[in-house]
């Protein structure tokens, strides 16, 4: 037996070194790219598919597994863990009714920070002033960049258009009556009570005021001068004495008409 040897050589290929990318955060309802590198194929599982990168969109928090394979074969598998945050849940104040030309304070909580429509602002309370009712949408953003949006709605309700009816003059020493209207409920100034109609009596010019309220408990003032005019000094003239059957002229002086 004669023997014989000859060499076999086996080379041993290295694992490729597989790299995900980092570890990321999405809100829920989006989508994310997650990537590989290190090899010439790849597939990831969860049905995310297969190539460089790719789009998920999970549901809940999910760890993606890449397995990449290099140009002789040999496999090396990373992972990418990608978190689901849930929206915040944004609470805002009450719906409020406000009288024309005013303003409120409305707020949000619940996130990091509120973006306000219709300019109203940010922040998590804005005061408004809207000549219409009018829907308020705060979105909110919390510290994932997450987002969620609620509404506040500004009910405005119209002043009443009140007036005073009346004279704008009188006598000295007589009176006037004032007359509101274009309310529900009625407050005179200078104690004259809440009557609807008012007598008056002024020994100098006044001016009368009057807040007028409507159901809605929304205002207006208005305002209501009365002049008063001074008596004429009228004059006859002097007593004087005529014989029977005799004629005198009397003569007024004071006044602008006269009624004898």
Known sequence: FCPTSI?????????PNIMASADITVCTGQSANISASGGSTYSWNNGAGT??????????????TVTGTDANGCTNTD?????VSAPPTITTSADVAICSGTSTLISASGASSYTWDNGAGTG?????????STAYTVTGTDMNGCT?????????NPSPAVAISGATEVCNGNSVTLNASGASNYSWSGGLGTSNSVSVSPTTNTTYTLTGTNANGCESIVTHTVTVNPMPAVSAGNDIAICQGQSTTLTGSGGDTYVW
């Open 7 to 15: 060499d076999h050589t086996v080379t041993v290929n290295n694992a």
């Open 51 to 64: 190539g460089v990168n790719v789009s998920v969109s999970p549901a809940t928090n999910t760890t993606y």
């Open 79 to 83: 992972e990418v863990v990608v978190s």
């Open 124 to 132: 998590s309370a804005v005061t408004v002033s809207p000549t219409s």
């Open 148 to 156: 969620a949006t609620e509404d506040v709605i500004v009910t405005v």
